[in-house]
């Protein structure tokens, strides 16, 4: 068991794990070095003493200024709060469907935000900021159909994912459909799009991400010792007082939420929130969804994955999704090995 101490402030009680906190507090440490570094590093590499300079106020040197403000900064903090809100929604998808192989991939999430942007690139053409709208819409509107068919007997974890991959066999059809009868250079823009990248964000991107964090993040983490209740099964979260419909409804409709704009924000970037769920349980050790350390978690991830991309390929711009995608796909390889192992997959 994990231990817990009960900490009485104002006549408020909080419960606290040791473990969980000071973990937290080190992932927190290696997130913030590694977003100092990630704004010094690049074509125009900026020294650490003008990054922490300019995030004071201070002015730069000629050219840093506008490298620093209008790319490299908007570039960072979009991955950090995309992985962020991915990482938050895999554990509450992977909670709710009992599975840990789910993320909302598994859903149908990324394949309707996914189709979402290419109707807004192959039919209707406009901005990057047109397409993040329409991507987060049509992450909805998949969402909700997955949600509605599931509901008709019951809504119950399987039963979400089985609907969900349906659905998203569904999705990826017809966006293959829409790539292979665009004009050429739409086809290459949604290309570059689906692929998932942190290329050329800017404060909009920034804006749908800040929105979705500080506005759902906090709504899971009230909802969390629920969340950790309906683990236990449908009678049993009954029994101890949850409303099992309501609960499962608002935290979908959160996972979807999260997902819906990191995917509008930086495309359907890959295995973050699969993996980070799992990474976050191993190094918390946590009994139960850890929604703030797979937050942590996923946003070390994305800026690692987006500084390793940069390090390999220093000539290039390589999509963030790609670098995730090979981690995830090795990530997930040892993953299923061990279960193999331990005859948990037999």
Not at 105 to 112: E, H, P
Not at 129 to 148: E, I, P, Q, R, W
Not at 238 to 250: K, N, Q, S, W, Y
């Amino acid at each position: 068991m994990t231990r817990t101490r009960v900490v009485r402030v104002a006549g408020l009680s909080v419960r606290i794990r040791p473990r969980e906190t000071a973990m937290a507090g080190v992932l927190a440490v290696a997130l913030a070095c590694l977003t100092v570094y990630a704004l010094t590093v690049g074509k125009f590499p900026i020294p650490v003493s003008e990054v922490l300079g300019m995030l004071a106020g201070r002015p730069g040197p000629p050219g840093a200024e506008y490298v620093f403000w209008t790319v490299r900064l908007p570039r960072v903090l979009t991955g950090l709060l995309v992985g962020a809100a991915l990482g938050v929604s895999g554990a509450i998808v992977q909670s709710l469907a009992r599975n840990p192989l789910a993320s909302p991939d598994v859903l149908g999430v990324s394949g309707g935000a996914a189709t979402g942007a290419l109707l807004q690139i192959v039919l209707l053409g406009g901005s990057a900021l047109a397409v993040a709208f329409t991507s987060l819409a049509g992450a909805m509107v998949a969402a909700a159909v997955v949600y509605l068919i599931s509901h008709r007997a019951g809504v119950s974890g399987l039963r979400l994912v089985l609907v969900g991959i349906g659905i998203a066999a569904f999705l990826s059809a017809s966006n293959r459909y829409l790539l292979i009868t665009a004009e050429l250079d739409d086809a290459f823009r949604a290309g570059v799009w689906l692929t998932g990248s942190l290329l050329n964000r800017t404060w909009d991107h920034v804006t749908i991400g800040t929105i979705a964090v500080v506005v759902l993040v906090p709504a899971a983490i009230l909802l969390s010792r629920r969340l950790g209740l309906l683990e236990l099964g449908d009678e049993m979260s009954i029994g101890l007082g949850v409303p099992v419909g309501p609960t499962r409804l608002g935290l979908f409709a959160i996972a979807v939420g999260l997902a819906g704009a990191a995917t509008a924000a930086a495309g359907p970037v890959a295995f973050v929130a699969l993996a980070a769920p799992h990474v976050a349980r191993r190094l918390l050790h946590a009994s139960g969804p850890s929604l703030v350390g797979a937050g942590l978690v996923g946003s070390v991830l994305l800026i690692g994955a987006d500084l390793a991309g940069q390090a390999a390929f220093p000539a290039g711009d390589l999509p963030v999704g790609v670098a995730t995608g090979v981690f995830g796909g090795c990530y997930l390889a040892v993953l299923m090995g061990r279960w193999w192992r331990r005859g948990s997959m037999r």
